[in-house]
């Protein structure tokens, strides 16, 4: 399975934007690139997920880089509520296996 | 829906009994995923189905630990004996089809083996 590299820990300010790194240089043009986070004493849960292009949604922005060696989560605003551990995942899409990482520790301060 | 949900919540018990966590999938969905979290290993899949069939076991850790799906919507996960390394918080999740289709994650079984 290909890995992907998070660091492990991460601050931010509420109300600040939150930029998520991940690098992912073995990619395979058949993964795609996900991402879940795990609230404390949760279970994970999806967040975003794309392939090539940048992708929105009401959670989060992914921005993918051109070669996809490496893709960036976006909060745009960070609230208390998104202090969580968030993992990118590479997925193949012909299977339905998600290989949890470590990882990145996000704390959020008021 | 209320979402995935898995019983019970919390499980005491002792070296050498048997447990059975169980696990309800969101009605819909035909593809289940097990999973256990420690602080050493982090989060593994254990096993995962798809619409009853058991797809790939090759986390499971050893013959002492058993899944079945016995209908479309639910699923147990049983450890036969127990072992106090089994302690951790296990989660089951469900998807509908294949892919790239998100799991959703029930809130786990927090087990602790004395």
């Known amino acids: 399975d290909a890995k992907t590299t998070q660091p492990n820990s991460m601050e931010s300010n509420e109300e600040e934007p939150v930029h998520l790194p991940c690098n992912h240089s073995t990619i395979s043009g058949t993964d795609y690139i996900h991402w879940y986070r795990q609230l404390p004493s949760q279970g994970p849960e999806y967040v975003i997920h794309?392939?090539?292009s940048n992708v929105n949604n009401r959670m989060a922005s992914l921005a993918i880089a051109e070669d996809r060696k490496s893709s960036t989560l976006i909060l745009h605003r960070a609230t208390l509520r998104d202090a969580a551990v968030y993992y990118c995942?590479?997925?193949?899409?012909?299977?339905?296996?998600?290989?949890f990482g470590t990882g990145t520790r996000l704390q959020v301060f008021p | 829906d209320a979402g995935v949900i898995q019983s019970p919540r919390h499980e005491v018990t002792e070296m050498g009994q048997e447990v059975t966590l169980r696990c309800k999938l969101i009605?819909?969905?035909?593809?289940l995923f097990w999973y256990r979290q420690t602080m050493m290993r982090g989060l593994e899949l254990l096993i995962y189905?798809?619409?009853?069939?058991?797809i790939d076991d090759s986390g499971m850790p050893e013959d002492r630990f058993s899944a079945k799906m016995p209908n479309a919507s639910f699923s147990t996960l049983k450890i036969q004996p127990s072992e106090p390394r089994d302690s951790a918080v296990y989660f089951c999740?469900?998807?509908w089809g294949t892919g790239v289709h998100e799991q959703f994650f029930g809130p786990g079984t927090r087990l602790t083996v004395l």
């Open positions: 794309g392939l090539t």
């Open positions: 995942i590479l997925r193949d899409r012909n299977t339905d296996k998600l290989i």
């Open positions: 999740a469900s998807s």
């Open positions: 009605s819909g969905h035909n593809s």
């Open positions: 189905f798809n619409n009853n069939v058991p």
